[in-house]
């Protein structure tokens, strides 16, 4: 009797080692998925900084993830243009911390008809985009 008990101890043991096994592996795989980085590139139009000053179109650029970022680039794409701009000291790093950077452009200079999506462009060339919906394109 004494040796099917203890080979029901061993079972017991057994499963539980691999419940937390398995439990450990979907926490390592959570907090991987959780600590790249991701960026969300918005936009506003129409913004006015002052009355007599011409309306702005601001590119909004935003860490959600956990990891720090670098941004390089910022910039509109329409159907026959393109505005590249890098921003003033040349990297913006985006943190927990600071998480935002938003970069202003004359809406005079651009078509907004034409804009079909705003970017951004990270240290390692990785693009991320929002498509521009404009309500009086379909």
Aim: proline share 4%; glycine share 6%.
């Amino acid at each position: 009797m004494s040796l099917y008990l203890s080979m029901d101890i061993t079972i017991y043991v057994a499963i539980a080692g691999v419940a937390v096994a398995c439990a450990s592996l979907g926490w390592h795989i959570y907090n991987t998925a959780r600590d790249r980085p991701k960026v969300k590139v918005s936009y506003e139009k129409g913004f006015k900084f002052f009355s007599d000053k011409p309306a702005r179109f601001i590119i909004i650029v935003t860490n959600v993830g956990r990891r720090p970022i670098a941004i390089t680039k910022v910039g509109v794409k329409g159907e026959y243009f393109e505005n590249e701009v890098s921003p003033s000291n040349g990297v913006y790093v985006l943190t927990e911390n600071d998480p935002c950077f938003r970069h202003s452009i004359e809406e005079e200079k651009l078509d907004l008809n034409a804009i079909k999506y705003v970017w951004a462009e990270d240290i390692k060339g990785k693009i991320y985009g929002a498509r521009f919906k404009n309500k009086e394109q379909k």
